[in-house]
């Protein structure tokens, strides 16, 4: 391994994270998280700013004259009962910090802390703890209210428990995928079962509907561009001798190609529509958009992977080895500035565990310190970068297109 933090700041990101994870809190109800935040941040002497209520953010000078490196950690917790066990376990009923946003939080706090030892810093660093990442909203709700102003590059990480703690994983291009959403309102006649002929069945018009798309992905889409359909709802009828003259379906649409994402929405209206037309029946086809792909910068991984090398060592940083298909909102800061997502490795060796979004899911805290130390290396990397002028504020990504028809 490379740099270590001391023992002192890993005892006080441990006790903050495990303060977290005792009193989590639901997207935009992050008050007491915030509060939590703050108080730490004026442990350390840093100016902060509330944003939306409940997003912190914390500016740490250096540079003058140039724009910002943001680190990003988001704070928000999900609607599950814990079941973990542990000491410190969610004392708030129903809400549980089962994706490791309370580590991020730590995480965030760490670098902070190990940043504000290093006197002039190349750059400013923007500290930006988020609010409501997992419903997808806060990073927007944050960029419309200036968060990225005057900030030049973007830096995330996230736990992640596929990885041995210890392991740094580091990817350029895409590294998650698009999140969106689909409604299929079925609209047929209703009528006796033994008189099928006087009906327009809404079950089978639905079924052909989930048949149907479920060959986009499989015939429609180039297959070396991960892209997925899934149909999590279907509902219809009540009773089992009368056809159903509605039915219902919902679910989501997910790519990691811009294009491939377009295409996705629009074969499924165009086949959903063309089903209904067939079989007589109203559709309505109600598709809505969720956050956009991760897609990494050449020049932000680049600096990203530098920081990994120096943190843990050449030997212990990985790139994703097959696509990850979940969402993330980082996706709208990258969509406006450079930047890079990582993955912090957060699994105990010999341990399989749980993973996240379960009620059982806990991480180890020896990756804390780890993430500590790669926010504040690539803090300084990109800051000197910016200084030096060998990170252009106008560095953009030019996204891979996807072979569609």
Request: charged share 20%; proline share 5%.
């Amino acid at each position: 391994m490379g740099q270590s933090v001391e023992s002192a700041v890993v005892e006080r990101m441990v006790a903050i994270r495990r303060d977290l994870h005792r009193y989590p809190e639901l997207s935009w109800q992050e008050f007491q998280t915030a509060e939590r935040i703050s108080a730490a941040l004026h442990e350390l002497e840093i100016p902060q700013r509330r944003l939306m209520g409940t997003g912190v953010v914390a500016d740490l000078p250096g540079g003058d004259g140039l724009a910002a490196v943001a680190l990003r950690a988001d704070i928000d917790a999900l609607p599950i009962q814990e079941e973990t066990g542990l000491p410190f376990a969610s004392a708030n009923d129903g809400v549980m910090h089962a994706c490791g946003h309370d580590g991020h939080t730590s995480i965030l706090l760490g670098a902070a802390e190990l940043l504000t030892r290093e006197g002039d810093l190349p750059a400013p660093v923007r500290l930006i703890f988020q609010p409501a990442e997992e419903k997808g909203a806060g990073a927007k709700a944050l960029m419309e209210a200036g968060v990225l102003e005057n900030v030049a590059i973007a830096f995330a990480g996230h736990l992640d428990r596929h990885f041995s703690t210890g392991i740094l994983v580091v990817t350029d291009g895409a590294v998650s995928a698009s999140t969106d959403h689909f409604k299929i309102c079925v609209t047929g006649q209703g009528g006796h079962a033994a008189r099928p002929h006087e009906t327009i069945d809404a079950v089978v018009v639905g079924s052909l509907i989930v048949t149907a798309i479920q060959t986009i992905v499989s015939r429609e889409i180039d297959p070396t561009h991960p892209s997925i359909v899934t149909v999590g709802r279907f509902e219809a009828g009540k009773v089992p001798n009368v056809i159903a003259g509605q039915a219902e379906l919902e679910g989501t649409i997910r790519a990691q190609d811009p294009q491939v994402r377009e295409h996705l929405k629009k074969s499924i209206r165009r086949m959903a529509e063309s089903i209904g037309q067939l079989h007589q029946a109203g559709l309505e086809v109600e598709i809505t958009d969720g956050t956009p792909p991760v897609i990494n910068t050449p020049n932000a991984t680049a600096l990203a992977r530098r920081a990994a090398v120096e943190v843990v060592g050449e030997e212990h940083v990985r790139t994703l080895g097959r696509a990850n298909m979940g969402g993330e909102d980082f996706a709208y800061y990258l969509a406006e500035i450079p930047g890079c997502y990582i993955r912090f490795g957060a699994r105990p060796p010999g341990s399989s565990g749980f993973a996240a979004h379960s009620s059982r899911f806990d991480f180890d805290e020896a990756a804390l310190p780890i993430g500590a130390a790669w926010m504040a290396e690539v803090a300084r990397r990109a800051g000197a970068a910016l200084k030096n002028g060998d990170l252009e504020v106008s560095d953009t990504f030019e996204r891979v297109s996807g072979v569609v028809p």
